[in-house]
């Protein structure tokens, strides 16, 4: 089946641990994303990537980091600069098509500091 | 900046109709997008707008006016399953999309 793979779905980390969460997609699309989300709030763009080795900070990049060596794969890293770095992640990818450049969602992952 | 409002919540009957707005200002546009979100779930596509005009795909529909920056979503014969958040989301420029904080909709019997 053609979808998006994040994991872990529940991640708990210490105070001052980096931490990497894995996400992979077969459906071929160009562009990748991580989004956070936090209670009651709409998705905030981490990072993009629109190809291979490269991409862009989003609205709320700073305490994160990314990289994109392979177009299926684009693992995000929540580092301790992050200080309030417990919430609801999710990765996505998306690709021109009938319905413009719609995004698709990973199941997500959950973060929290213990 | 940019700027999409929804109403907070929402509450409906089953078996009724609701209207979902969405008002956005950004400072393009490339395309209007709608999301449902069960709670703790990613978000799942519902619709998408790029003209001015209804789009109906079976029990949702969704309207968008560009002149007016405007949206709406349209549930029918409301179940008890569509109880979810509802997202609003504007594509404003290549790979640049706002989203809503989302309406949550609570579907009574």
């Known amino acids: 089946d053609g979808g998006i793979t994040q994991s872990p779905k529940y991640l708990f980390r210490k105070e001052g641990q980096n931490v990497t969460l894995s996400c992979e997609q077969n459906?071929?699309?160009?562009?990748m994303y991580w989004y956070r989300q936090d209670p009651g709030q709409g998705l905030r763009l981490i990072y993009y990537?629109?190809?291979?080795?490269?991409?862009q900070k989003g609205d709320i990049a700073e305490g994160y980091s990314v990289s994109r060596e392979k177009k299926e794969s684009f693992p995000l890293t929540v580092t301790s600069a992050q200080k309030n770095p417990t919430a609801f992640y999710l990765c996505?990818?998306?690709?021109?098509?009938?319905?413009?450049?719609?995004?698709?969602f990973g199941e997500g992952s959950w973060l929290t500091v213990v | 900046g940019q700027n999409i409002d929804q109403p907070t919540e929402m509450t409906a009957t089953e078996g009724a109709i609701v209207q979902i707005n969405c008002t956005y200002q950004?400072?393009?546009?490339?395309?209007l997008f709608w999301y449902q979100q069960h709670a703790g779930e990613a978000p799942t596509f519902l619709s998408y707008?790029?003209?001015?005009g209804l789009e109906e795909k079976g029990r949702f529909s969704s309207f968008l006016s560009r002149s007016k920056g405007y949206s709406y979503l349209l549930l029918k014969e409301l179940q008890m399953k569509d109880s979810a958040s509802y997202l609003c989301?504007?594509?404003?420029?290549?790979?640049?999309?706002?989203f809503g904080s989302g309406t949550r909709l609570l579907v009574r019997p």
């Open positions: 459906l071929n699309h160009d562009a």
């Open positions: 989301a504007v594509e404003y420029g290549s790979y640049k999309l706002i």
């Open positions: 707008n790029v003209l001015d």
């Open positions: 990537s629109q190809i291979v080795n490269d991409f």
């Open positions: 950004t400072s393009g546009f490339n395309g």
């Open positions: 996505a990818s998306s690709t021109s098509g009938q319905y413009g450049n719609t995004i698709y």
